[in-house]
């Protein structure tokens, strides 16, 4: 439970935790999400297609999450592999989907 006694690493925490709410907090963000928790991983070809957005718009949305840390990226070749790795959101999502 929450320790009120130190109310600045309080409002760090609760600062830190607002801003997760507010990086997944879009229909799109949420389908990405949604879909690497239930594929593991993904490219953003694969994403598109799932989504029916453009590619632009996708990567715009992929690049929010990873610079908040919540996805991270892998090149393979010409391709760019996501997948979730901040377990925290992982189970937030799954939690919300439920």
């Not at 997944?24 to 957005?53: A, W, Y």
Request: net charge positive; with cysteine; hydrophobic share 40%.
């Amino acid at each position: 439970m929450i320790d009120f006694s130190n109310k600045e690493k309080i409002k760090g925490i609760l600062t830190e935790k607002a801003e997760i709410f507010k990086t997944i907090g879009h229909p799109v963000r949420l389908c990405i999400l949604t879909m690497l928790i239930m594929e593991q991983k993904s490219n953003v070809s694969d994403m598109q297609f799932c989504l029916d957005v453009p590619q632009p718009l996708v990567s715009q949305h992929l690049a929010k999450l990873k610079s908040a840390g919540i996805i991270s990226s892998e090149r393979k070749g010409t391709e760019i592999i996501y997948k979730i790795k901040n377990e925290e959101v992982k189970h937030i999502v799954e939690q919300i989907l439920e």
